[in-house]
């Protein structure tokens, strides 16, 4: 047993893979203790202020009273059943409430594990679905530039084409259609030119397309890019015009966090399916859902595959379902779309003025999302220092350094966040020379 966390460090650097680092050369990594509320608490004494709520997904903060409760209730029940064959309240309390909170139509619920594999799920349907209409050549997808839809195979597959995984495995996944992203940002007057090549990719192959895959409103992993409603309109309009199914992936932006419960409700729209995970357990543990419409869930179940062709272990496990209903509860009870809204108007106050500063590109805000763009990619490890040292955790890739704080934060919370990435924006050792 290894007790002393120099020695938790040095044991993790040997043998522990972590995201997209280097195993014979690791960026530092900080030993985390425990967390609560806002605050992360590292091993070695510092108590950080979260901006990133582990990934988009812990909107209550850490070791909250009522989702600790909902683990330790359901342990005493059953931690897990499968999910062929038997059934529990967790579950069909869960569906429930997705049902109710997505958008009319939305009604036949998926339990996945990981939102990676709700992504694939999505295709599969996509996929089963023109099969049981006897529509075999719409096989390929279209999706548009700088998304991020997950790691496993088919989600990689419709990620950014070069700030994505392609080109190291561009010969071992299926080649999809790919518009430029989005141009006209949330705030401005949308401009319909951006429409023509979206429009020629529908035009010229909408005969071999299964289903359009995007991010609503929010590019997230891919560029942290915040687009107009009236391009969300457009997908729905083009999808239905030429016979193309929608998938919404809402994994990001799914429960508040551009200000509205889901993001597609910006656009009024309702996609053929939609794709939630990272916040619906508050960040307790994984579990993920893809929602799809009676038409999709009926034509496929009506075919001669006479079902879907999924089914994973932990299928709808009891855990996870009972912290997600207990998560989803916390949102009824308090008013968190005005919480987010309150949030939205302090990081516009704090963050966009950051533009004027010579070293930023852009600067955005939308709900409890702020971003700062800089000119020169950051310097990794020296800019983690500053910020653990600043007392708050915040982790840029790229040249964006960019919040996604807690519901929970207060103003003081956020001054604190944002004044962080200020004084990192002064720091000449926390980018690389340009
Ligand atoms: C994080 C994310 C995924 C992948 O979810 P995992 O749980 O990491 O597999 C897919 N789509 C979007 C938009 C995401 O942000």
């Not at 579950?91 to 139509?105: E, K, M, S, W, Y």
């Not at 309009?237 to 966090?257: H, N, P, W």
């Not at 409700?265 to 939609?274: E, F, G, V």
Request: with cysteine; glycine share 6%; proline share 4%.
């Amino acid at each position: 047993m290894i007790n002393n966390y120099t020695d938790i460090l040095s044991f993790d650097k040997k043998h522990l893979w972590h995201p997209y680092t280097s195993m014979t050369n690791p960026l530092p990594v900080y030993c985390v203790e425990s967390a609560s509320g806002v605050h992360i608490n590292l091993a070695s004494g510092e108590s950080l202020i979260d901006g990133m709520s582990s990934w988009w997904s812990v909107i209550h903060g850490y070791n909250h009273p009522t989702l600790n409760n909902a683990v330790v209730e359901q342990t005493k029940k059953m931690a897990h059943v499968m999910f062929g064959g038997l059934t529990h309240k967790p579950a069909v309390d869960l569906a429930q409430r997705l049902v109710n909170l997505t958008p009319a139509g939305l009604d036949k619920v998926f339990l996945a594990d990981s939102g990676s594999v709700s992504v694939e799920v999505a295709i599969k349907m996509a996929y089963q679905f023109w099969q049981a209409k006897g529509q075999h050549k719409k096989t390929r997808l279209l999706t548009v530039k700088n998304g991020y839809h997950g790691d496993t195979f088919a989600a990689m597959s419709v990620c950014d084409p070069v700030n994505g995984m392609h080109h190291m495995f561009e010969n071992v996944m299926q080649q999809h259609l790919f518009a430029p992203a989005p141009q006209t940002r949330f705030e401005q007057d949308f401009d319909e030119s951006e429409l023509t090549s979206l429009t020629a990719l529908f035009e010229q192959h909408h005969q071999s397309m299964a289903a359009l895959i995007i991010e609503p409103i929010v590019q997230g992993a891919g560029g942290m890019r915040i687009y107009h409603k009236d391009y969300l309109k457009a997908c729905r309009a083009l999808c239905d015009k030429y016979d193309v199914l929608l998938i919404c992936d809402e994994i990001a932006t799914g429960f508040g966090r551009t200000g509205k419960m889901f993001a597609c409700q910006w656009a009024d729209i309702t996609p053929d399916i939609m794709c939630l995970g990272k916040a619906l357990t508050g960040g307790y543990m994984t579990l993920a859902a893809t929602i799809t419409t009676q038409q999709v869930a009926d034509t496929i179940s009506e075919s001669e595959a006479g079902c879907f062709m999924h089914g994973p272990t932990f299928m709808g496990n009891p855990l996870a379902c009972a912290v997600a209903n207990a998560s989803l509860s916390l949102f009824e009870q308090d008013d968190y779309l005005s919480k987010i809204a309150a949030i939205e108007s302090q990081l516009k106050n704090n963050i966009l003025p950051l533009k004027s500063h010579p070293r930023v590109a852009d600067t955005r805000v939308l709900g409890a999302i702020g971003v700062v763009e800089t000119h020169q990619p950051v310097n990794m490890a020296n800019i983690q220092a500053h910020f653990v040292s600043q007392g708050v955790w915040i982790r840029p890739f790229g040249k964006l350094i960019y919040i996604m704080p807690p519901y929970v934060a207060t103003s003081a919370d956020l001054n604190a966040l944002t004044s962080a990435i200020a004084s990192a924006l002064d720091q000449d050792n926390c980018f690389s020379a340009s």
